[in-house]
């Protein structure tokens, strides 16, 4: 008993470098969010309760903003699953001369994402386009196509990391139950879909929701791309936030990080459920 | 042995004298100081940091220097100034000194020590806000009419004096085909993109603010957006992602016979390691309407008011809008952008004028140069204005929908 509270004392480190970068910088942040503070006008700071959070729902550009960071967020996180997953599956097959160039396909995580961002803004995608016959294409000042050209240089930049993740899931797989099932005779799609898929599910809801989160906040790729336009096309909430946070309005700048917060936290509640669901419920 | 002694007493004298000597530019209270400078990155860095180590030899006052880019400076000064932040000199866009005021240093007593009158008037006035003196001015930015000589001798044309004259000669030269376009400008979210658009209403008559309220939503308003609109069929095929620099680059690769562009941008397209073009520019004032506006954008150097060392950064200051490091920064070569100088004596000095083709342009538009409002909300102002420019260049909105939408925004803001 005396030992078991004794451990409660171990906890103390790691309970003050939460309260200490986390909760408490939080718990300022929720609170600077109810104050009217333009730092332009330090003598006039005002509690207003709600006001900054009321504002939001009255703001057209702010619905849109949620509406293109959901996007770029579906859109992004869809893509690099997808090829994440199918890059692994080819992977993990036992080819040979695949397995020396997977260092390779790492490359673009080692880039800083700014860097990257302005490389394939000074038009790396329409030079080979070009190549071929088919560029140039106006990738980032064409409304229609601006979300797509940041989706497809975040997947870029971030299949890797799927593929990574999702590769090391399929390496740990137990290779006797493949056997088993190619034993009784199921073809290599049956195996996909009762074995792979069920086994590497944990896996897959885990690289879903770190991505899914990260998306959600993603700025810098935007911000050099795009700085939100063209118009507000690509105009997500972070980069409100930023301008909110430039221009010195603390308190909405604030109310914007808090909401962008519950959204992540409720997109997280709901991807951690699935993923701590029984499995037996799950299949 | 009395000779020897008197030597060497000399000897010793002249040894501490020659070890303050450096310093005796700087008054008492500057010298040894360290100041910290929050500086434009990129953009007018490089002249700076090359003249610095003379500035730093003379007086003995280290300087440093802190930069950020453009679009980050005016955040980073004001999260830091209004924080007790650590920055002693800050160069500044002009339309930030309204709301930076409250934490700068008023320089009115200080400023009578400057010889004041070889400055051209609207760059000192670009430094003060409600009377007061915030800023000594030391790069006087403005926009300029840059053209092709060349193409318009070519095709008999004459630079153009007024909007429907430029429209028709970017009409006359634009050739799509042979990746030749009439005009560069930016049409993206760009801040520029709203300068441009601004710089043509104010021509019809316009104005973004007066008497307290939004004012663009006008007969003059629409006429000014209607052509620069009509201007965006004569530019290059990406002028929706352009920005400040990718202006200079079509003019400097020979894409675009004519550009608006701050004369902050002219210094490069006259190098001929980096400019195609080189020697064929012409410069001469934007074209008018109604009336000539080109759009005033001076930067200003202020010191902050919890500065521990105001009489170093003063000193700093001075030198810096002097005579000395103008000469000296209108002949750098500089690889992205020029600082210029605020001086009559400079811009007139026939050693600026060779090296500076565009000297005669810049000097005539700086005497009849219009200012933004001088407003604390500007900052906010013009961001509701990008914004709008933005999605009506986008096709987000008609223009009669962006005019009414930049007024409620900049009522919004004034609280009106």
């Keep these: 008993m005396a030992a078991g509270r004794a451990g409660r004392w171990f906890l103390l480190p790691g309970l003050v470098f939460l309260f200490a970068i986390d909760l408490i910088p939080l718990a300022y942040s929720g609170w600077v969010s109810f104050y009217n503070w333009w730092l332009v006008r330090p003598r006039d700071v005002r509690f207003v309760g709600l006001a900054n959070y009321a504002r939001f729902a009255d703001d057209p550009e702010f619905t849109r903003a949620v509406v293109v960071t959901t996007l770029f967020t579906v859109g992004a996180v869809l893509v690099e699953f997808l090829a994440g997953l199918g890059l692994a599956l080819l992977f993990a097959q036992p080819i040979k001369f695949l397995r020396p160039i997977r260092v390779l396909l790492l490359l673009p995580l080692f880039v800083v994402p700014v860097v990257g961002a302005t490389m394939w803004r000074v038009g790396v995608l329409n030079y080979y386009l070009g190549a071929v016959g088919l560029g140039p294409l106006p990738w980032l000042s064409d409304p229609r196509l601006a979300l797509v050209s940041i989706t497809l240089v975040d997947a870029w930049r971030t299949i890797p990391f799927m593929f990574l993740v999702m590769y090391a899931g399929l390496e740990v797989l137990p290779a006797e139950l493949f056997e088993a099932a190619a034993v009784d005779g199921a073809s290599r799609w049956q195996s996909f879909r009762h074995i792979t898929v069920p086994l590497l599910t944990y896996i897959m809801l885990l690289a879903i929701l770190i991505r899914g989160m990260d998306a959600f906040r993603e700025f810098d790729i935007i911000f050099v791309l795009t700085g939100g336009g063209p118009g507000t096309a690509t105009q997500t909430i972070q980069i409100l936030n930023y301008r909110a946070f430039g221009l010195g309005h603390m308190g909405e700048a604030n109310a914007i990080g808090i909401v962008t917060l519950i959204i992540v936290a409720v997109m997280c509640f709901v991807l951690m459920r699935a993923i701590l669901r029984p499995q037996g419920a799950r299949s | ?416």
């Design chain 2, 1 to 416: 042995m009395r000779i020897s002694r008197s030597f060497a007493g000399v000897a010793a004298a002249l040894l501490v004298v020659l070890a303050i000597a450096p310093a005796a530019d700087a008054p008492a209270s500057a010298q040894g100081k360290t100041i910290t400078l929050s500086m434009l990155a990129g953009y007018k860095e490089d002249v700076l940091r090359a003249n610095l180590p003379e500035f730093e030899k003379k007086t003995g006052i280290k300087i440093v220097v802190d930069a950020a880019p453009f679009g980050d400076l005016y955040k980073k000064q004001l999260l830091s100034l209004s924080t007790g932040g650590r920055y002693d000199v800050l160069f500044m866009d002009e339309p930030w000194i309204p709301p930076l005021s409250e934490f700068l240093l008023p320089l009115n007593e200080r400023m009578k020590t400057l010889d004041t009158a070889d400055f051209i008037p609207t760059t000192v006035a670009s430094g003060a806000f409600q009377g007061t003196q915030y800023a000594v001015p030391v790069d006087p930015n403005v926009q300029l009419l840059v053209y092709r000589k060349d193409l318009f001798e070519q095709k008999g044309l004459k630079p153009p004096a007024t909007w429907d004259e430029l429209l028709a000669d970017a009409r006359a030269l634009h050739d799509p085909a042979k990746q030749q376009y009439g005009i560069a400008v930016t049409a993206s979210s760009d801040i520029q993109t709203a300068l441009y658009m601004l710089l043509a209403m104010w021509s019809y008559g316009a104005e973004l603010v007066d008497g307290g309220k939004g004012s663009l939503n006008s007969a003059a308003g629409k006429k000014g957006g209607e052509v620069f609109l009509e201007l965006l069929k004569y530019t290059p095929p990406n002028v929706k992602s352009y920005n400040f620099a990718d202006v200079n680059k079509a003019v400097q690769l020979g894409q675009a016979a004519i550009a608006i562009q701050w004369a902050s941008g002219a210094k490069p397209m006259e190098d001929k390691t980096r400019s195609s073009v080189a020697g064929k520019l012409g410069y001469t004032q934007v074209p008018k309407a109604v009336r000539q506006t080109p759009m005033r954008g001076v930067w200003t150097v202020g010191i902050a008011k919890n500065s521990a060392n105001q009489d170093a950064a003063w000193q700093f200051a001075t030198w810096l809008s002097g005579r000395e490091f103008g000469q000296a920064a209108v002949t750098f070569p500089s690889a992205t952008s020029a600082i210029h100088s605020p001086r009559f004596s400079v811009l007139k000095d026939p050693v600026t004028k060779a090296a500076l083709p565009y000297a005669d342009a810049l000097l005539a538009s700086l005497q009849i140069t219009k200012e933004r409002p001088r407003l604390r909300e500007y900052a906010d102002i013009q961001e509701n204005l990008r914004v709008t420019a933005g999605k009506l260049t986008a096709g987000e909105l008609t223009l009669e929908a962006a005019l009414k939408e930049i007024d409620a925004g900049t009522n919004r803001i004034l609280g009106k």
